[in-house]
């Protein structure tokens, strides 16, 4: 039997693949999850091959290493988005050039990307981050604070909140990841029962390479796929 050889475009396949049956599994329609290409230290060559493979979202976590890239690629058939930390000096050269903020994890944050945004005559689109583990070494809005600071996101009127975001603590196994994934999924369906104003739920950007068949079972509708695509990457 030939096998498939190892090259982006056939790993692109095999994850398009997954999600499809995952989605299947659970009900879900697969064109509902869209696969976001994760190209932290990928080059702008082999960006470009998963592109050509039919990739049509990336994610990148650097400002300057994404400038390039969106420079090389352009915007035509290609979505940015912006998914790694990022501090409040750095808000005005992200707001504008990404499609969605994937890491709002802060009302200041959120202040300075309003701010931003309005200064550029624009709507921001972004997604919450949720520190769902109480982890210390990560940033995000707690479960419980976010309700609390709901009234004054949904006064930023030049942030276009889509949805919810996380990584869950580290697991040894995907299934370990399910209870974080899950506990995401009903954060937001309780925020919409409770009212968000202009605040838009129905995303969630969740699942990377070692679990995003579970998150897409769990209701991501953005997963986050790096290593599985480009191979372990080089920091």
């Not at 592109?51 to 976590?61: L, M, S, T, Y």
Request: glycine share 8%; proline share 4%; aromatic share 4%.
């Amino acid at each position: 039997m030939d096998t498939e050889p190892d090259t982006i475009a056939a790993r692109v396949r095999t994850v398009r693949d997954e999600i499809h049956r995952a989605a299947i599994r659970t009900g879900r329609v697969p064109d509902t999850i869209r696969l976001v290409a994760v190209s932290k230290t990928v080059s702008v060559e082999r960006l470009r091959e998963a592109v050509d493979a039919g990739i049509r979202h990336v994610g990148e976590n650097r400002l300057q290493e994404a400038l390039p890239k969106i420079e090389a690629l352009g915007r035509d058939g290609v979505v940015w988005h912006f998914i790694g930390a990022l501090q409040r000096r750095k808000v005005k050269s992200v707001v504008g050039r990404f499609d969605t903020i994937h890491s709002v994890d802060s009302l200041a944050l959120a202040e300075e990307i309003d701010r931003r945004a309005q200064e550029a005559s624009l709507r921001q689109r972004v997604l919450l981050e949720v520190n769902l583990g109480g982890e210390v070494s990560k940033e995000g809005f707690e479960p419980g604070a976010l309700v609390a600071v709901l009234s004054s996101l949904n006064g930023l009127k030049h942030l276009d909140i889509r949805g919810l975001t996380a990584i869950p603590p580290p697991s040894p196994t995907a299934e370990d990841a399910r209870p974080y994934f899950r506990q995401l999924r009903e954060l937001a369906q309780r925020l919409t029962a409770q009212g968000c104003g202009n605040i838009n739920m129905q995303e969630l950007s969740m699942g990377m390479s070692h679990d995003y068949q579970v998150a897409v079972e769990e209701g991501a509708t953005y997963v986050r796929v790096g290593t599985a695509i480009f191979g372990a990457r080089c920091d």
